[in-house]
């Protein structure tokens, strides 16, 4: 992959022409997530909040949507081959679902400490899981030397093409959700990790919701997007980088990605894991949803005023729910102990 | 109300047309709520499993749908009286919510030993809980007593015209799902206690899809309709009846919504406690649903081969997701614990 030539290309008008072709493809695979809005919550928050449970997406999060656009890009290729993925757990689930559909050998540089069910569930969807210390070893560099021994095509998480117009699905299913049919939202806050996410929703609504304000939304302890916003460069999150959010630890924003967040995003907002954690106990409590952390911070950053909701209409995404039961209850003690929001 | 008048006009043309009647007006307060479907699920079945999560239905049951479409009913008396109700807690929640969007104060028969979470969720809304004995009183002499008192009118849990065409807004809801849009499923498995909502959606699916066999699932310890079906008359379940389903603990078939029942289902099954908890296990653990016993019974029956759902298309109901944690732990528990299924 030639990136400058690819960076010099991408922009929104591509993300959105790559992703309108590619949906009616990908659409086949998916799990139609709604826009879900609960009394309680509204009144909590005291405007009105619409909620995407991509934690319901097939593999629990919405990585199946980036891999799948990412896969069939590199057809037929990858069926002699394989490909080769590194990722801690949700983007490893959403290539091995997406290489078991189009019958594709996966490979998948995980860190050794990634959540058991992730591994397992990686596994069980027929890929090969190659571990690394998160700490010491450098995933991609051992992705690559299996890529190279293979001949076979990589599949990153976040800063590919493909990648993140497959993301953009989720704007377009935004743009086509009856419930926002008559009035568009004024805001939308997406978790982001490395920001293919957020690049590919705010590409789709900067042509279709241009007055709507699209935030991304961080764990305070991988906060690179939110600083890299405000220093107008691509700056790193330190490499001993800990947080219960690990869908969301990426060492850097996208060379493809931060360009496009650049340009489209009103802001970026970042949550303390505390925050995260109680969020997650919100969700299972009050909305029966089961989120992991790292799915819960765009939805956390509305419950603890990181952005203004009131009054408005807010769409959060809930990007992923693939969360062990200890951390589970670790939420739900947060926010039984909590004292109750006003 | 005179059941008699009333019960000689209530077959699936009248529930067709009171639900089309209301849909609009009860849509509005209503998350729409997709077909879920799982490549492991479907693999692990041999069959297509299409899941309907009302799990994330507002109150975290369906039953919204036939409570508010009951209270519009009788609107604008129950603005002056109140409205009064009784249940276990799933119907208790919806007439709680349904009383706070139309200002309508609710009163709340509830057994003293429903799950903590419903009866705090309950009150939260704005309801008045009115504690008995499940074992020893009579919840609905308490209702009627104090519905007399207040001049109120009372909102059954099932056997009322009104409620079984809230809850038959699950099949227009059904046959209008671009999911199933190219071929009705062969089957639908309907969680049962009083059997409002099976009567409701069976209603709808016999003038829709005409072809598509609609089954009852019951917890085996309260198959009253199992029976009744078989039997061919509305028997009931014995008073001391205990089951981790406590959405389903009704005495008997509804007067209302057994005639229904009998003439368009095409039969009834039961599961036990333990495959009722599995099913809550294997909901948590593979799909990142928070379903209660009650709520998981029509998935259990298909994951327990108790319906033959091989080489074809079968949607289930989820019918609720209001589990305290250490139900939701046990069902993991014996998911966890149980060799897996063929």
């Known amino acids: 992959m030639n990136t400058q030539t690819i960076e010099s290309e991408l922009n929104a008008a591509t993300v959105v022409e790559a992703a309108s072709s590619a949906y009616p493809r990908l659409r086949s695979e998916l799990n139609p997530t709604p826009l879900l809005e609960y009394a309680g919550l509204n009144r909590l928050v005291g405007g ?18 980036g891999a799948l656009n990412a896969l069939d890009s590199c057809l037929p290729v990858a069926q002699e081959t394989g490909v ?55 995933r991609e560099a051992i992705a690559m030397a299996k890529a190279a021994e293979l001949g076979a095509p990589v599949i990153p998480s976040y800063d590919h093409p493909a990648v993140i117009a497959g993301q953009a699905s989720i704007g377009l299913e935004l743009i086509a959700d009856p419930r926002v049919a008559d009035a568009a939202p004024e805001q939308v806050l997406v978790c982001c990790g490395g920001g293919g996410l957020s690049a590919g929703i705010a590409s789709v609504l900067s042509f279709n919701w241009p007055q709507t304000r699209v935030y991304a939304v961080e764990p305070s302890a991988a906060d690179d997007t939110v600083r890299s916003l405000a220093e107008g460069r691509r700056v790193a999150n330190p490499s001993d980088t800990r947080s219960v959010c690990d869908a969301l630890l990426t060492p850097t924003p ?52 990181k952005i203004d909701v009131r009054d408005r209409t807010t769409v959060i995404i809930l990007s992923g729910g693939n969360v062990d039961d200890e951390m589970l209850a670790r939420g739900c003690d947060i926010y039984d102990r909590a004292p109750a929001l006003e």
Chains 1, 2 share one sequence.
Request: net charge positive; aromatic share 6%; charged share 20%.
């Open 48 to 65: 009105r909040l619409l909620l995407k449970p991509e934690n319901l997406q097939r593999t629990g999060s919405f990585k199946i949507r």
């Open 84 to 138: 080769v993925a590194w990722s801690s757990g949700n983007h490893a689930q959403g290539v091995a679902l997406a290489a078991r559909l189009r019958g594709v050998q996966a490979h998948i540089v995980m860190p050794e400490d990634a959540p058991p069910a992730k591994r397992t569930s990686t596994e069980r969807l027929g890929a090969i899981v190659i571990p690394y210390d998160r700490y010491t070893e450098n």
């Open 254 to 305: 996208g060379a493809l990605t931060f360009p496009i967040n650049q340009a489209l995003l009103a802001g970026g907002v970042s949550v303390t894991d505390e925050e995260a954690l109680y969020t997650v106990g919100y969700a299972r409590r009050e909305c029966r949803l089961v989120l992991e952390p790292g799915g819960a911070v765009a939805l956390a950053a509305a419950l603890h005023n």
